[in-house]
């Protein structure tokens, strides 16, 4: 029985050259399908569609620095920024290229929140290996509301990046992983309490919760943020890709990827199979599985 229910996967890990290990999951033969989570969930996310899929594709998902089973550097350790993400996601991949026999080309990206603009961001580095896009409730381009935050945003986003209480909330209490696994923050649907520990676990010590908060630290708001050139280019760059086969998988009860995101991908990528769904938040993938994995192996098949 595994640890973590749905999860019967072997971990392997990838030794960077600053020093910290990267774990990833490796599994299937076949054209490369890379899975890219983003805060404050792990490797886990992808369990379904991994199950799904790893008869004909090679399925793989990292885990980013600090998060899920990779190693949990401290501050001074690591740079917790987007620049970061992208030089480890190039370094792995690289490894998996060269040393584990992963076909250099041929790639499909699977991206949810963060694993947006990280993956796009090395999609830019490497256009010619990216054959197929899906798109999971993230975004890769600023925000299309402009540079000032939504409302119901602003609140909540002054208080974890600049207080004293955003600090505690993060490190004392993981009330944002927390969150994200709650009705109606991040899911829809009740998450059985296996599933919701499982996505939890790596999280359990105050330490472990650092990349968490520092994910929500760099989000690109304004030119001002470290982030934001990388952004700004990857959203730029966006078109190159616009000719590829895309599928876009979207739940509308996203209180951050909202539909005005969701348009923004359907006219940067005009030719993309689009699967709405109305009742489904930002965890798309555990509140409408049934429906959605699915859709994803059929759009592997016919686009393969």
């Known amino acids: 029985m595994t640890r973590f229910p749905g999860y019967p996967f072997t971990s392997h890990w990838y030794a960077h050259p600053h020093g910290l290990r990267q774990h990833y ?9 890379l899975f890219l989570h983003g805060n404050p969930s792990w490797s886990y996310l992808w369990r379904r569609p991994i199950l799904a899929l790893r008869d004909r594709y090679r399925c793989l998902a990292p885990d980013h620095i600090g998060m899920g089973l990779s190693d949990k550097p401290a ?27 992963v076909p250099e080309h041929g790639w499909t990206l699977v991206m949810h929140d963060w694993g947006g603009p990280i993956g796009m961001a090395w999609a830019r580095r ?58 109606p923050l991040g899911v829809r649907r009740r998450m059985p309490a296996a599933v919701r520990a499982a996505f ?13 908060q520092l994910f929500v630290h760099d989000i690109p708001l304004t030119p001002r943020d470290p982030a934001w050139p990388i952004l700004w280019d990857t959203g730029r760059e966006l078109d190159r890709f616009a000719d590829r086969p895309a599928l876009i998988g979207w739940g509308l ?7 005005a995101m969701l348009a923004e991908w359907r006219r940067r990528l005009p030719r993309a199979r689009t699967h709405v769904y109305p009742h489904a938040g930002h965890y798309v993938l555990e509140d409408v599985h049934e429906q959605l994995v699915p859709a994803i192996r059929d759009f592997l098949w016919d686009t393969g």
């Open 25 to 33: 999951l490796d599994e299937g033969p076949g054209p490369p399908v």
């Open 126 to 183: 490497h256009p010619d290996r990216v054959a197929r896009l899906v798109v999971l409730n993230t975004a890769a381009f600023p925000n299309p509301h402009g540079r000032r935050v939504r409302p119901e945003l602003r609140l909540p986003l002054w208080l974890l990046r600049r207080t004293p209480l955003g600090a505690r909330l993060f490190l004392r209490h993981n009330a944002f992983a927390r969150g994200a696994t709650w009705r």
């Open 75 to 101: 501050a001074g350790r690591y740079r917790h920024t987007l620049a970061s993400r992208v030089d480890d996601l190039d370094a792995l991949t690289g490894h998996l290229i060269a040393a584990q026999g």
């Open 253 to 259: 009860r996203d209180p951050v990827f909202d539909p």
């Open 200 to 212: 939890l676990a790596p999280y359990t010590r105050p330490e472990h919760r650092l990349a968490i």
